[in-house]
């Protein structure tokens, strides 16, 4: 393999997501050459923890050949075949079978997509197509949070709040975003618990502004994870819970990240007791393998889009694909025969997070929260005041660098430093991951003169 080579035709006509591209070919990207178990090598022979998952994806890291093996028969047998006009195919049939198993309690129903994005552009589909069957059009607008994360489409990036995004393209209408639940940040004075009350009250208050005669639906993630995994003050999700009851207005659960085990659970939403009317889900349902993602549809919805009144008219040519299904099935499959979900919850999850809240003390660090296999650190330059380094999110860049220097790969999200690792992860890996961060703390710290 020529590393040169490859890289300098990457920077001549790849375009990456999410990149600043003059920058990027300035600087030059590390390649990936290959993944096993838990962990990525690069060109270099440089072999690091991946404790992202990929982009929270691989729950159950790089080396399932179960999976592979399932694509390979589905590609061998029938490559291809959509589900328009009638059609079906015996993957896409037991794959919503088998979700609707696992799925929270009274969603039984569920419509495919090739991505989370998509997932999301459905929702908006069909939570018109909802209100309007109930003769209430009127029913528009959606309500998310700032600094949300919803995809990159027009939709999801409209209904997600990060105003860097927002910046760069006119938003879709009738879209509203309330704050969010980020205590370290945005708490101040109050308590986690006071602040979680004041963050869910914002719904009301938002509600009250709009009419609720006016609002569709709630769309939220159980856990900010893009964001900066914020994992909400205790007493966010029962006010909302509350609020919702209220109203009648739709929750629209994104479980892109926290489905399929992250936080214990098979979803988050059963993690927090909450009943979505729809829920998004991608990324690990096929182990990150295979595009995939899709919604599922509470009763409530699907019963009244069942009932009539002519053609949906939404779908993708890669709805349902038939290797994406049996990925999707040979995941699930592993998932529920090695209680992968149950031994990290018991196990795993509390070991790492024992651990993880150790690395809290670091001078560094302002807090260190976490929650089955997420968990994030806040940087700051001084701990009683939360003070940051800079304005400029340098701690959290320099820290990243340092952790792949140590070879872990942790993500940056401003001055959070965010982990997700895969569920598979053993005590001593989990050791092996503190280790790492631990150094790649020190390092910053040095670096940056403390
Ligand atoms: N929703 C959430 C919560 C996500 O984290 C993501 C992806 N990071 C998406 C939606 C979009 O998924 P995709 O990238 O598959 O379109």
Known sequence: MDKKLLQSADAAHLMHPFSDFKEMVE????????????????????????????????????????IIKAIDDQLNTLPYYNSFFQCTTPASVELARVISEI????????????????????????????????????????????????????????????????????????????????????????SPEEFGIHAANALETKIQELGPERVAAFIAEPIQGAGGVIIPPESYWP??????????????????????????QWFG??????????????????????????????????DVLKSGGGEFTHGYTYSAHPAACAAGLATINILRDEKIIEKMAEDTGPYLQQRWKELGEHRIVGEARG?????????????????????????????????????LVMRATGDAMIIAPPLILTREQVDELITKAERALDDTAEALGV
Not at 27 to 52: F, K, P, Q, S
Not at 271 to 280: C, E, G, N
Not at 374 to 382: N, Q, R
């Open 27 to 66: 600087e030059g990207t590390r390649l990936i050459t290959n993944a096993e178990d838990a962990y990525i090598v690069d060109v270099d022979g440089h072999r690091m923890l991946d404790a992202m998952s990929g982009l929270w994806c691989c729950n159950l890291g790089y080396s399932r050949k179960e």
């Open 103 to 190: 799925a929270p309690e009274g969603m039984n129903n569920v419509f495919f997509t090739g991505s989370g994005s998509e997932a999301n552009d459905t929702n908006l589909r069909m939570i018109r197509r909802y209100w309007d069957l109930k003769e209430q059009p009127e029913k528009r607008i959606i309500i998310s949070r700032k600094n949300a994360y919803h995809g990159s489409t027009i939709a999801g990036a409209s209904l997600g709040g990060m105003n860097g995004m927002h910046k760069q393209f006119s938003r879709l209408d009738n879209i509203v975003h309330i704050d969010q639940p980020y205590w370290f940040e945005e708490g101040g004075d109050m």
């Open 239 to 264: 006010q909302i819970k509350k609020i919702l009851a209220k109203y009648d207005i739709l929750m629209v659960m994104d479980e892109v990240i926290f489905g399929f085990g992250r936080t214990g």
């Open 371 to 407: 929650l089955g296999f997420v968990g994030a650190l806040e940087l700051v330059k001084d701990k009683a005041s939360r003070a940051r380094f800079d304005d400029k999110c340098t701690a959290g860049a320099i820290c990243r660098t340092m952790s792949i220097k140590n070879g």
């Open 269 to 302: 939403s059963q993690y927090y007791d909450i009943q979505p009317d729809l829920l998004t889900f991608a990324k690990a349902v096929t182990n990150g393998y295979y595009p995939l993602g899709g919604v599922m549809v509470g009763d409530k919805v699907a």
